[in-house]
Structure formats: structure tokens, C-alpha cells
């Protein structure tokens, strides 16, 4: 088994909108994928599963996205974890400055998204 097999990634996806996505990761050779589909039990499933990186859909958190990503880094236990947010809009990277690592804009090339995901976690 090759280290990348080894990470776990944590995917908040509350409409399974980012499903091709997880699968064209999967690809990649990341198959160790936990799926949330509720942001409020986002914490306690990262607790539970302790992930290598989190991928948040910005527009999955029932809450406010910003917020969530504050609290996530925040979070002893997390605040090391990369955390890449995929959003629709360009407006929201002020909102989000410095809680998160990478932000992609929706739709998001599988390639790039690989990529940050290598380095995030190589890092």
C-alpha cells in the first residue's frame, strides 16, 4: 500500500453535488473518503475519523460557510488540517481569508484540485 492510500480525507457535501469529484479523487488514488453531508456534524465526524485534509463545499454549510471555516481552525485537534474550501463565488475569499488553505472556485478542474491536495498533504 502506497502512503497516498494511507490519507484520509474528510468531504462536506450536503447535496452530493461533489460526488463526480470525490470519485475523480478516488482516481487519484485517495480512497480513504469520508462524505458529510451535514456541516454541523462536520466537527465531530473529523474528530472521529481524524483527517489528513477536509474539502468543504462553501455553499453545503447550513451555517455560515466563513464560520465553519473559523471554527474548524480554531479546533485543537484540527487546527493543522489543511482545509480546502471549493465556493461558486469570488466574494467569498475575503470572508475567508486565513482559515483556510487553498480556495478553488466552483467549477473546479479535478486536476488543479489533485494537485493541492498532493501538496497539502505532502506538506
Known sequence: MTAI?????????????????VHDIMFYGYTDMHIVSN???LQLAAHACQPDL?????????ADGAELCRVLKA??????VPLVVI?????????????CDVLLMSPTD???LAEQINYLIAS
Open 39 to 41: 456541516s454541523l456534524h
Open 5 to 21: 492510500n494511507n490519507k484520509h480525507i474528510l468531504v462536506l457535501d450536503k447535496d452530493n453535488a461533489m460526488m463526480g469529484m
Open 110 to 112: 479535478t486536476n488543479k
Open 75 to 80: 479546533d485543537d485537534q484540527l487546527k493543522n
Open 54 to 62: 477536509i474539502i468543504l463545499d462553501f455553499l453545503s454549510a447550513e
Open 87 to 99: 465556493a461558486g463565488h469570488q466574494h467569498i475569499q475575503s470572508n475567508i481569508n486565513g482559515y
